[in-house]
């Protein structure tokens, strides 16, 4: 592992455990990825391109955004244009999380 990619993962990872510790994150690795694309990429998702983006199964993404969507962090809508699919929608609750963990990764890159 290189410095600079040290200097990016630990800050990330000491975050990740605060907010775990706090009990405002309780994710699996792909629930953390789907939560993170889902508010960082700045985009319409759907269940089918969230899968192809992180090369995962449509149902292993369905899991994960159940999850997700029991936290009140996202929520499903159907897509006006496309009856077949799903848009998954940023919630207030998702963005207050985000921001909290964001913070504290800031703080700790700063260090």
């Not at 290189?2 to 800050?11: A, C, D, E, G, V």
């Not at 983006?53 to 929520?75: D, F, H, P």
């Not at 919630?91 to 913070?103: A, E, M, P, Q, R």
């Amino acid at each position: 592992m290189t410095y600079s990619t040290k200097k990016i993962l630990t800050p990330c990872l000491l975050a990740l455990i605060e907010s775990i510790k706090k009990n405002e994150i309780d994710f699996s690795s792909r629930q953390i990825v789907l939560f993170l694309s889902i508010y960082l990429v700045d985009e319409t998702h759907t269940i089918r391109g969230l899968a192809k983006s992180i090369n995962i199964s449509k149902a292993a993404v369905s899991r994960a955004v159940n999850y997700l969507e029991s936290l009140g962090y996202v929520r499903r809508i159907a897509d006006k244009k496309d009856s077949r699919s799903i848009i998954i929608q940023k919630t207030v609750k998702g963005k207050i999380v985000l921001d909290k963990f964001l913070s504290r990764f800031e703080k700790y890159i700063e260090e």
